[in-house]
């Protein structure tokens, strides 16, 4: 379902910045300002351009220009894979 997409790309947006995404808001305005104002939380630059990109195009008004969940998945494991690349033995020992 599109819907899932839209809440994956919200619960990953929580575990990478280790906050709840509308917290500060009060239930019945999410719909508000989700639906109708198009509100998305905003992407930290530390971030790639592709998890960027991942996560706003998941995030899209129109459901049906959202991805599919295997590409979301394919795109993951790329990014995962870069970035095993690049840490050293002695990272992964300290994380």
Same mark, same amino acid.
């Given at each position: 379902? =599109? ?6 790309? *919200? !619960? ?5 910045? !280790? ?7 009060? %239930? ?8 109708? =104002? ?9 971030w790639?351009?592709? *998890? =960027?990109e !991942?996560?706003? %195009?998941?995030?899209?008004q ?7 969940? =295997?590409?979301?998945?394919g795109?993951?494991?790329?990014? %995962? ?6 840490? %050293? ?7």
């Open positions: 379902m =599109k819907a899932d997409v839209y809440s994956f790309a *919200i !619960l990953l947006y929580e575990v990478l910045t !280790l906050e709840k995404v509308f917290s500060n808001w009060q %239930s019945k305005d999410i719909f508000d300002r989700v639906h109708y =104002k198009n509100h998305r939380p905003r992407m930290w630059r530390v790639s351009q592709r *998890i =960027k !991942l996560i706003r %195009s998941c995030w899209s129109n459901p049906d220009d959202r991805l599919a969940m =295997k590409y979301v998945e795109v993951l494991q790329k990014e %995962s894979a870069e970035l095993q690349a690049t840490m %050293s033995e002695a990272d992964w020992k300290t994380v």
